[in-house]
């Protein structure tokens, strides 16, 4: 176990860590983070205590659990509506409290806020407890956010905000302990400092990846033919633009072109939508569905495929599934949109492209297709980065070191300066472009 001494950073005894899903239960990557980073602070000597919703209202253990390593599935989801959100949110901070009360951490780790709401932790804030907020998406941020940038919520179908969320994170000021706001990207960290949180509040943590390969793998097995996406199918992650420029490659280069192959969940509406766009391209018989992957079959397909796809086209903040191609030596063409910059050096560790450009997608995955020296030099730079910087246990020290830093700062109460107003659009145009 590493020594507050030999890290220089002090480390906690017991955390407290909140949730909306934990695996097994998960939507999105944010919850994988949050169990490798539960998992590296045990490997510390932590203590780890996991409060997150589900149907047990009881002591949550999982089989195999132990009292360094507890989940307790008893908070509630809130909805929409005000009323119901007002009891929940007064339900779930009386199990907060509890679990303060009982637990007594040294540190409240808070996650993904999207099914519950802020205004649960308050009650440990009161009681000053050191408290930070690990921010990995826009789930939880405030409405001007997006009406300033002018530009639509990531997925339509998602509301923007919960009144609860909105009124939680007004009350952060009654804080009596330390609070801070961690972030994956510098991207991230300014769009919320743009809207009102303190910069003096704010700090940058490194992802963890999981199955990361020797720096040393072999990377001559992969088929270098089939292109990759991973990830919700959904119109902003850019899927059918990516149909698009797998077509162009296919009608210059057929023979070193293999299968498209579409890694994640998706609707019956939106799955119609795709496979009639390739039905009119020619391609419908080199797409292939496989629908939700767990982390086997993902670094299965990352091995062996010859290049990971992310057209995003909203501001993606840091997707995790670019650190994870980047772990197993799979080449990564994106557009340049959000954190994605911060995470690919362009040219070094990967390739990308203007945001919505078609034709540059193609242009950067036919490379990656014509050039194998050329993309096995890509990959080994990318894995040689993600190893020295994405390792668990790594970045649960980068965790630890960027809450000790904020948390011995003057003044810890004072993290909000008030909302935005109109005349912070500039301000927020500038600090993300």
């Known amino acids: 176990m590493m020594s507050s001494h030999e890290a220089g950073q002090r ?3 017991r955390v407290l860590m909140i949730s909306s899903l934990y695996p097994p239960r998960h939507e999105s990557g944010y919850e994988l983070v949050c169990q490798s980073i539960a998992a590296s602070l045990v490997q510390e000597g932590v203590n780890v205590r996991v409060l997150t919703t589900g149907a047990d209202r009881a002591n949550g253990r999982p089989p195999g659990g132990s009292e360094v390593m507890t989940v307790f599935r008893s908070l509630r989801r809130i909805s929409e ?39 649960p932790t308050i009650p440990a804030l009161v009681m000053r407890v050191p408290t930070s ?41 009654v804080a009596r302990g330390p609070v801070a706001f961690v972030f994956p990207s510098e991207f991230l960290r300014n769009v919320y400092i743009a809207v009102g949180i303190k910069e003096s509040a704010t700090g940058l943590f490194s992802e963890p990846c999981r199955a990361i390969a020797s720096p040393g793998k072999s990377l001559a097995c992969r088929s270098r033919k089939d292109v ?26 057929p023979n070193l072109v293999g299968r498209l192959i579409l890694l994640g969940p998706v609707s019956r509406e939106y799955s119609g939508v795709l496979r009639r766009a390739a039905d009119d391209l020619g391609i419908q018989e ?29 501001d993606d903040p840091a997707p995790l599934i670019v650190l ?41 995955l036919l490379r990656i297709l014509e050039d194998p020296e ?60």
């Not at 990995?136 to 009406?147: G, H, K, N, S």
């Open 11 to 13: 480390i906690p005894k």
């Open 228 to 253: 990759l996406f991973a990830g919700r199918l959904v119109e902003g992650k850019g899927v059918r633009m990516l149909i698009e420029a797998f077509a162009c490659c296919c009608r210059e280069r």
């Open 374 to 433: 050329y993309a096995d030099e890509l990959a080994k730079q990318a894995l040689a980065a993600v190893a020295a910087t994405n390792e668990p246990r790594v970045a649960a020290r980068s965790l630890l070191d960027v809450n000790n830093r904020l948390f011995q700062r003057p003044k810890p109460m004072s993290v909000w300066r008030g909302s935005a107003s109109r005349n912070s659009a500039l301000l927020i145009r500038r600090r993300i472009h």
């Open 286 to 314: 080199r797409v292939e569905f496989r629908g939700v992957a767990d982390l086997p079959e993902l670094v299965a397909a990352l091995d062996m495929g010859a290049v990971l796809a992310v057209p995003s086209m909203w």
């Open 324 to 364: 994870e191609a980047q772990a197993r030596g799979c080449p990564v063409v994106a557009y340049r949109v959000g954190g994605i910059p911060e995470q690919i050096d362009n040219g070094r560790t990967g390739l990308l492209v203007a945001r919505g450009d078609v034709e540059g997608l193609a242009s950067g």
């Open 81 to 119: 509506r005000p009323h119901h959100q007002l009891s929940v949110n007064l339900l779930n901070a009386y199990e907060v409290l509890s679990h303060v009360k009982t637990y007594q951490p040294d540190w409240l780790c808070v996650w993904s806020l999207a099914l519950i709401g802020p205004i």
């Open 133 to 173: 907020f690990v921010i990995l998406d826009y789930r939880v941020r405030d409405l001007l956010a997006t009406r300033l940038l002018r530009r639509p919520a990531p997925d339509p179908a998602e509301p923007l905000i919960t009144f609860g969320e909105r009124l939680g994170i007004r009350l952060l000021h």
